[in-house]
């Protein structure tokens, strides 16, 4: 079997990438970075350019199956010229992809793509399911929108689409986590407005795991990639906090100062949302860090 992988370099990609070449499943990625480009026999690097439409052709060559985690940051300040950033290297990346395909013979059957969680509404008491139809009224609503019509489109090619709504991964190196310490071991760490606001999290080998079952059990269709007990931002500084024998005393930083801090980036740390896992668990995944507290203990080294 051989996989074609899209942001294999990054965070989650990486780990991918190696669970992959561990189940002797070949890989072949796309990179924007000519110097990220290796060729092993099992792990073969291919560079595109997705605003000028170019994509090296031979990535395709004997894939059956496409993992999509392509997309820039959504943690960086959100002006204008960032926010067409986020979302072109979303759908125009998948555009790109699905000509290829279309213009090229291939064996792709299946596509695994991530999403996100930040694409239902914000709410403190609701509890999202993947047939919640809403959608925040935010930039990450709008981008989650376009970003699954454009992976829906392979559809059209036959080919069967999965779509993975990532929750908040943690990991010891990078993602959320990196930044929610820096303030806790300065012991400056307090929770953010109210404090009340879900936060969805999920352990980085159960992303991991999950697109790997998504991948050999050909799942498809909406799956929710959160842990099964979701805690509220409060919980997660203070967890965070003991985890790192530090003590969390500071006011919680009011709203009006995140906003003019972060504009209105605000929204990624203050949007609340509660998510169901039961669909992903019901089609035979198991779970590896259900609760925040042991996963923190295995992510943090004291
Ligand atoms: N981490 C989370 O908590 C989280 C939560 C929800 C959803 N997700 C989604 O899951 C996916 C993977 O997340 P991650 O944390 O692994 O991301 P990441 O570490 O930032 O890696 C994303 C990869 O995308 C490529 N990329 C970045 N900007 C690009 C651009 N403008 N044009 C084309 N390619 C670009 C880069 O690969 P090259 O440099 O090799 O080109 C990069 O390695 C992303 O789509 C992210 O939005 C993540």
């Known amino acids: 079997m051989r996989v074609l992988i899209t942001g294999a370099t990054g965070l989650i ?37 997705p605003s000028e439409g170019e994509i090296d052709e031979k990535a395709i060559e004997g894939v059956n199956i496409i993992i999509n985690l392509v997309g820039a940051s959504i943690a960086e300040r959100w002006t204008d010229e960032q926010k067409k950033k986020i979302i072109k290297s979303r759908t125009e990346t998948a555009n790109l992809l699905y000509k290829c395909l279309q213009e090229n013979k291939n064996e792709v059957q299946h596509l695994v793509s991530a999403s996100a969680i930040g694409v239902y509404p914000s709410s403190l008491e609701k509890l999202y399911t993947e047939k919640d139809q809403g959608v925040d009224d935010s930039f990450v609503g709008e981008v989650v929108v376009k970003w699954e019509e454009a992976v829906d489109n392979f559809k059209d090619l036959g080919i069967e689409v999965a779509k993975i709504r990532i ?77 790192m024998g530090k003590p969390v005393w500071l006011p919680n930083v009011p709203k009006v100062a995140l906003k003019l801090v972060l504009g209105d980036m605000s929204r990624l740390v203050l949007s609340s949302q509660l998510v169901s896992n039961d669909k992903i668990e019901e089609a035979g995944y198991h779970f590896q860090y259900l609760n925040l507290s042991k996963a923190l203990e295995d992510l943090i080294d004291n």
Request: glycine share 10%.
């Open 167 to 243: 929750g908040l991964v943690l990991a010891k190196n990078g993602g959320m986590l990196q930044k929610l310490k820096e303030p806790v071991n300065f012991s400056v760490g307090s929770p953010l407005g109210s404090g009340k606001q879900w936060q969805s999290w999920i352990h980085i080998e159960d992303i991991k795991g999950i697109f790997m079952y998504a991948v050999e059990n050909k799942l498809t269709g909406v799956y929710n990639a959160v842990a099964p007990n979701p805690v509220t931002n409060k919980e997660m500084v203070n967890f965070l906090a003991s985890q």
């Open 13 to 49: 990609g990486s780990k991918i990438s190696n669970a992959c070449r561990e189940k002797g499943i070949d890989v072949h990625y796309l990179t924007t970075s000519k110097d990220k480009i290796e060729n092993h026999p099992d792990y073969k690097g291919f560079y595109w350019n």
